[in-house]
């Protein structure tokens, strides 16, 4: 596979992971909506994808490395990767009470997160335990920042 659709996938599905789940948690404990969780992972699927997509391609052009050709390739592969992946934690809140959904889509992205940490790990030839380590302590600060903060929207903006 081409560099620059890896880079494209691996940045489209680590975001999807993390914003998503952050949006969720948040979203969970500041409001306790479905509707509203569900109506922020479809627009995280879609406007985020396509930010997402728009960053990659202006970097990408920044860099004045590649060629129009890979350059398309990191934004098609961030858009569809970052777009399809956010759209797989609707299925958790369609089919669970609310903070069930959360749960399984924590242990959902924090289980892709690792496979991706592994995959990339192994072949850059680097210890896998210590890039797993690294990316699931940032999971986990964005999920815990995101509880306080959606904690602190429902006691004083209710």
Not at 4 to 9: D, F, P
Not at 46 to 52: L, N
Not at 115 to 137: C, G, R
């Amino acid at each position: 596979m081409k560099d620059s659709t890896v880079k494209g996938l691996s940045f489209g599905l680590t975001s999807g992971i993390i914003t998503t789940l952050g949006m969720m948690v948040g979203l969970n404990a500041g409001t306790g909506s479905t509707i509203v969780v569900l109506g922020g992972i479809l627009t995280i699927a879609i406007a985020d994808a396509f930010s997402d997509a728009l960053g990659i391609h202006i970097s990408e052009e920044a860099e004045n490395q590649h060629t129009q050709k890979d350059i398309w390739r990191a934004t098609i592969a961030t858009f569809l990767s970052k777009l399809i992946f956010a759209l797989t934690f609707v299925a958790p809140v369609l089919l669970f009470e609310l903070s069930r959904a959360v749960t399984v889509s924590i242990i959902w992205g924090i289980l892709v997160l690792t496979l991706i940490s592994y995959l990339m790990a192994k072949d850059q030839k680097v210890n896998p335990a210590k890039v797993i380590f690294e990316h699931l302590l940032i999971a986990v600060a964005v999920i815990f920042i995101t509880k306080l903060l959606g904690d602190f929207i429902a006691i004083y903006f209710k």
